[in-house]
């Protein structure tokens, strides 16, 4: 009887013991330490088991013995939300262990019998496929993992290059490394792989670069040269170079090139076509200031001066850009200073700002009373605008990271997070008092998405409303219309289930209401309402771009933009116009379906 108990209690024990993947061994060291040691380097990936709840345990891959930076990951405790891949490429022929620091909330003892550990596989697939509802199409969005601001943009040899603030090991912030994808386009992108990874001076945050023509760094001709911020425990500006068109990095051994006794990041480095020099602007994010420097080498920087006290100064300064804008109708150039700020954007969270003024290669002078504040787009998820270096015809093209940094890591989507916006063209524009704002207008390259010929309807409407059917959920809806004074348009997107998003015109300013256009619970700050002031014209004229779950709204010549994200249950099918007090004259209403070839 006895033996019999002892023989099943050993059964129990022995089954509710973790079984470990073949070629992994896993040691418990106690004092919240694990080691695994990656026995089998045949396959290409180890995938470790995320739990987005939960607290990050410190991952050090030591190879030979020796660590390499730490990879803070989610390891999960009781539920496995998805998996991230620790690429084995590297260390085939290597001794590799991981020497694991376990996170807040993972068992005191036996922590063994967490989930993280018989769950880790070895493997030699990775499906990074799209298989997410909400996964936007002709937007740019990482394989997988989180992403945040677009960095590091250049043109070069007909191919739009694209870096991101990228976290390989989950899809919240974390592990900043620079993603990359390219573009023939600008929206059709094929990721590479990560090109800039953290090392002994921090993670990467974000930065921008430049191809140097004239080989001034003497890193070699026509050498990518990439600034970004070094954010360890203080921040800096480091550079590393690429020799194979930007697709792989070598880091400069006189790092850090740019250092201050305060937190300064996020450079933007160009060509002054009118000084003959480089040129930097960073910000010092919490003195609510842009720095601006020069330099003949990329190398060696002086600091020239410093701005602030415009605009919205009571809130971080982060991923600026200066550019030389032209009013395409006066032929009038500007210099214009991009800021991006969090919180205190229009709507709460996360924005772009601008100044225009003048740059002399040393001090920007701004044209504005320091009170003056411009915003780039009103919508709410619209944030480190910054513009692509080369970018061919004389173009301004920019991107911004299609968020806000009040509910990024909680957007209801699971093995990626973010995408960026539609590439817009920016430049000038001549306001009523004289003064110029910025111009914002999605990019031509869209157009090349449009599907055939649109559906078009002309119509009046009235309060009953017209309908549009939707072809999909990815469209570019052009419509001019004009409007009663005094009366209220509505351009209502909605689905079968009831659920609508509302663009509200009244005759000076436009509003964007998604309270109830599908998941909106996620975070209080999601449902807010966004507006934008009209432009002028008498005819109004709209852009509207929809791409399964954001809605990138554009004044026709570009006097206003909003981006907004959306989460329908189900997509959007039809546009319908209301108009409330007095009928809207909708002079056309073209409705294009969008797809990729
Ligand atoms: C802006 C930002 C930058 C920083 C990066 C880090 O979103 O905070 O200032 O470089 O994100 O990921």
Redesign the pocket.
Same mark, same amino acid.
């Given at each position: 009887m006895q033996i019999r108990r002892i023989i099943l209690a050993l059964c129990a024990i022995v089954m509710s013991m973790p079984v470990f993947a073949q070629g992994l061994r896993v040691d418990d060291l106690g004092n919240r330490n694990v080691i695994v040691r990656i026995d089998d380097l045949s396959k290409k990936y180890l995938l470790l088991p995320v739990q987005e709840n939960v607290p990050e345990s410190g991952v050090f891959v030591t190879v030979n013995g020796v660590a390499e930076p730490v990879r803070n990951v989610r390891l999960a405790i009781d539920r496995v939300d998805y998996m991230v891949p620790l690429d084995l490429a590297p260390y085939k022929g290597k001794v590799v262990a991981l020497d694991i620091h376990i996170g807040e909330g993972h068992r005191r003892t036996n922590v063994i019998n967490d989930l993280c550990w018989s769950k880790m596989e070895l493997s030699d697939e990775f499906s990074a496929e799209n298989i997410e509802k909400y996964r936007p199409v002709f937007h740019h969005t990482p394989p997988y993992g989180w992403m =945040?601001?677009p =960095?590091g943009m250049f043109y070069k040899d007909g191919v739009w290059h694209l870096y991101y603030?990228f976290n390989p090991y989950g899809s919240m912030?974390g592990n900043?490394t620079w993603g990359h994808s390219v573009s023939k386009d600008l929206v059709n992108w094929e990721h590479l792989p990560a090109a800039i990874t953290a090392d002994q001076w921090g993670?990467i945050? *974000?930065?921008s670069a430049v191809v140097d023509v004239n080989n001034t760094s003497g890193f070699g001709e026509n050498a990518v040269v990439a600034m970004?911020?070094s954010?360890g425990i203080t921040?800096k500006q480091s550079i590393a170079y690429s020799l194979d068109g930007g697709r792989t990095y070598t880091k400069y051994d006189g790092n850090p090139v740019i250092t201050a006794p305060v937190e300064c990041?996020?450079p933007k480095v160009f060509w002054n076509e009118e000084t003959g020099c480089w040129n930097c602007v960073l910000?010092s994010?919490l003195e609510y200031e842009a720095w601006f420097y020069t330099s003949k080498d990329l190398k060696n920087w002086t600091k020239e001066s410093e701005f602030g006290g415009h605009g919205v100064t009571s809130a971080?300064w982060?991923?600026p850009d200066i550019i030389k804008l032209t009013d395409p109708e006066t032929g009038v150039s500007k210099w214009v200073l991009l800021i991006?700020i =969090?919180p205190g954007g229009p709507a709460g969270g *996360?924005a772009t700002q601008y100044f225009v003024g003048d740059f002399d290669g040393k001090t920007f002078v701004c044209d504005s009373a320091p009170e003056v504040v411009n915003w780039l787009d009103y919508g709410k998820d619209h944030?480190?605008t910054v513009t692509w270096n080369h970018a061919p015809e004389g173009r301004t093209v920019a991107i911004a990271?299609m968020s806000n940094?009040q509910y990024a890591n909680q957007l209801p989507t699971r093995q990626f997070r973010s995408a960026n916006s539609v590439a817009r063209d920016l430049a000038l524009i001549k306001t009523q008092d004289g003064s110029y704002r910025v111009s914002v207008v999605p990019s031509k390259e869209i157009e090349t998405l449009r599907n055939g010929k649109p559906m078009t309807s002309s119509f009046s409407a009235g309060s009953k409303g017209r309908a549009v059917a939707l072809p999909s959920s990815l469209c570019d809806i052009d419509m001019k219309f004009t409007a009663r004074k005094g009366s209220k348009v509505t351009i209502r997107l909605s689905n079968e289930n009831g659920e609508h998003a509302d663009l509200v015109y009244d005759g000076k300013s436009y509003l964007f209401d998604r309270s109830e256009s599908g998941i909106v619970d996620f975070s209080n700050d999601f449902a807010v309402l966004t507006t934008a002031p009209a432009s002028p014209a008498s005819e109004q004229h709209i852009r509207m771009i929809l791409d399964v779950s954001s809605v990138e709204m554009f004044d026709g010549k570009g006097w206003w933009a909003m981006t907004n994200l959306v989460y329908p249950t189900s997509p959007f099918t039809k546009v319908e116009v209301i108009s409330e007090n007095g009928t809207c004259r909708v002079k056309s209403l073209k409705v294009y379906n969008l797809s990729q070839n």
């Open positions: =945040n601001d =960095n603030q912030w900043m993670t945050f *974000s930065g970004y911020t954010a921040q990041r996020d910000v994010p971080i982060e991923c991006n =969090n *996360s944030y480190a990271w940094w």
